[in-house]
């Protein structure tokens, strides 16, 4: 009777014991989350102020949004190096670093020049922490759990972005950009104390040969021994593939797939034209008829808030109802609200709209915003993190997260100049138009993954399966 309550208080502790490095984990990967969407959402707030003191052509805004975006496609390449060389967690920290930097420099630029520059060193930095925490999180998580963890990340993603929105509210009524963009260095030290004292992902040190660390750390992870040693055999099977990463790209066709897919995903999440929204929702807003700056920053936040709160949708959706369902049905909100944004838009542009039509226009932009925290958002980031081979996961991650980050740029840099050109109508219906298209591609090319580990994907993948049955 001693000998099974001993055995039983053992296996709760041991449970303990795990589920506390789990969420020491999660914490640490949703604060690099936090930096990623404080420094989506800060700019917007802050761009009007720079624009008026400096006098920035569409042009010029253009670049100071695209900068870091710039930036963060080339920090995605620089973490793949990173991750694979000095692993997850060390490059988790050169992020953060990096991040202070950066927010430091934009606060105290003398003029554009120099904070294009410094936006470059925190999109880098965003760069390698939006690589880096999501392949973190998919190599630590239990696979029951990985697609709630990931929308996790994305959820903090959220909360950053509402925070900047916040923080630039606040400061909004003193016209203080520079603070706006100096205080978000903040949770990055957090950040870097939390990190510091985690363990490195199992798989990665797996990957160098270091199997009894590698050990260690699963039974940090897991309250039985059994499943551990499981987790472990299954990792030293992935390990047996001879090539890795631009080899075995150049010469096996099914990782050429994957990546072809994560590349496919992260695509089709810029060109929803969300970050359309995010990075211009003052300039959106003022289109729709809202002149006043408390209008637009109050629109601002209020989007801010759409965006957090939906993101609890997918975490709610992403482990039970799955993927690809949640991905079909935001993308459809999203098509039918950015056309009605569009209509709003040539009613307004024609100049004979009534009162409620401004009103209608903001709230269909919400609707859109809801229809990609509730799918694109945090989903693309899921699926990229777990369709990719162990052996060139640092690979197909790189290039997944590089297309986010150019698209991105892509989006930011043309938005002005499309308004300009075509109109805000034919704007927002075009994004509506890619946005019904994306459907049609999520039905042809998406798996299901949920309740699927990361090595049975593989193995799926490898035996030649349609990418959309790969999580069957």
């Known amino acids: 009777m001693t000998e099974g309550i001993m055995d039983n208080k053992m296996e709760t502790d041991a449970q303990k014991r795990a589920s506390w ?26 761009l009007p102020f720079i624009s008026q003191e400096w006098g920035l052509s569409s042009q010029e805004q253009e670049w100071v949004v695209s900068s870091m975006l710039v930036g963060a496609a080339t920090g995605a390449i620089i973490a793949s190096f990173l991750a694979r060389g000095i692993g997850r967690k060390k490059s988790l920290i050169i992020g953060a670093s990096l991040f202070i930097v950066g927010c430091i420099g934009s606060g105290m630029a003398a003029n554009a020049s120099m904070l294009i520059g410094f936006r470059l060193i925190l999109g880098l930095s965003v760069g390698i922490a939006s690589y880096t925490a999501p392949l973190y999180l998919a190599e630590m998580s239990d696979k029951d759990a990985r697609g709630k963890v990931i929308s996790g990340y994305q959820l903090m993603v959220t909360v950053g972005i509402l925070a900047a929105f916040l923080s630039d509210t606040a ?13 978000i260095a903040i949770p990055a030290i957090i950040l870097i104390l939390t990190v510091s004292r985690l363990p490195d992902s199992p798989r990665w040190l797996a ?3 270091r199997f009894a660390e590698a050990s260690k750390v699963l039974n940090s992870l897991h309250a039985s021994a059994k499943v551990a040693e499981e987790e472990l055999a299954d990792i030293k099977d ?35 034209g969300f970050n359309v929204i995010m990075y211009y929702s003052p300039k959106i807003l003022s289109l729709a008829g809202f002149s006043s700056t408390e209008d637009q920053m109050i629109g601002t936040v209020l989007n801010g808030i759409v965006f957090t709160l939906s993101t609890f949708i997918a975490i709610g959706m992403v482990d039970k109802s799955g993927r690809k369902p949640a991905l079909k049905i935001g993308f ?16 307004l542009e024609s100049g004979t709209a009534p009162a409620w039509v401004s009103y209608f226009a903001a709230v269909m932009t919400m609707v859109s915003i809801a229809g990609f925290g509730m799918s694109a958002g ?21 290039c997944s997260t590089m297309t986010n980050w150019i698209t991105c740029a892509i989006v930011g ?18 994004y509506a138009f890619l946005n ?37």
């Open 378 to 398: 945090p989903i693309v980031w899921v699926l990229c993190s777990e369709i990719q081979p162990l052996k060139s996961r640092e690979f197909g991650i790189a």
């Open 413 to 430: 840099a043309t938005f002005l100049s499309l308004v300009d050109t075509l109109g805000s109508a034919h704007t927002f219906w075009l």
């Open 332 to 347: 459809g909100v999203m098509a039918l609200s950015m056309a009605a944004v569009g209509v709003c838009m040539s009613m």
């Open 21 to 46: 490095v789990r969420k020491c984990i999660y914490f640490a990967a949703g604060m690099a989350g936090l930096l990623f969407g404080l420094d989506q959402g800060v700019i917007s707030g802050a």
């Open 207 to 209: 990957t160098k040969g």
């Open 436 to 472: 019904g298209f994306f459907i049609v591609l999520t039905m042809a090319f998406v798996p299901e993954t949920k309740n699927v580990t990361l090595e049975q994907i593989e193995k799926n993948l490898m035996s030649g399966k349609k990418l959309r049955d790969i999580g069957c």
């Open 238 to 272: 992935a390990l047996k593939v001879k090539q890795a990463g631009w080899h075995l790209f150049k010469t096996n066709k099914n990782v050429r797939r994957a990546v072809f897919l994560g590349v496919l995903l992260q695509a089709m999440q810029q060109f929803t």
């Open 171 to 183: 400061f909004s009524y003193t016209g203080d950009w520079r603070m706006m963009l100096t205080v």
